[in-house]
């Protein structure tokens, strides 16, 4: 039985294609891949093509750029009651991305509170 002339064959083979390269992934010079399956960490995947077994394996980008934080104004007393209004900008760069992935969720929330806690 010919579906649409191509064949039963060539309807699997195209499905098979389709399927083969929605699975390949490319993974950019400055980020790193983490792979999970069954929803499972089970590694990282560094720069290049790679490839992903569609429904049983995912992945997000974890980028590795340097990233800037800016501090809103603050004003605050110094030890001679001076009054001051201070600005800052936080500069973070990361060694451990799969640590950073897996265990904080909003990473500007984390230093915002940090500079504000000192």
């Given amino acids: 039985m010919a579906l649409f002339g191509i064949g039963v064959s060539g309807f699997f083979l195209f499905w ?13 010079q400055y980020e790193r891949g983490v792979r999970f399956t069954l929803g499972k960490y089970t590694g990282l995947m560094n720069p290049g093509l790679r490839l992903v077994v569609p429904l049983i394996q995912t992945w997000d ?6 990233k800037t934080v800016d501090v809103p104004s603050q004003e605050c007393v110094s030890k001679d009651n001076v009054s001051l209004k201070v600005n800052a ?3 973070t760069r990361f060694q451990k991305q799969t640590r950073l992935y897996l265990k904080l969720k909003h990473l500007v929330m984390l230093f915002l509170n940090l500079h504000r806690q000192q």
Wanted: aromatic share 0%.
């Fill in 16 to 28: 098979l294609a389709v399927i083969l390269l929605s699975s390949l992934k490319v993974v950019k």
């Fill in 61 to 66: 980008r974890v980028d590795l750029r340097i």
């Fill in 89 to 91: 900008v936080l500069i």
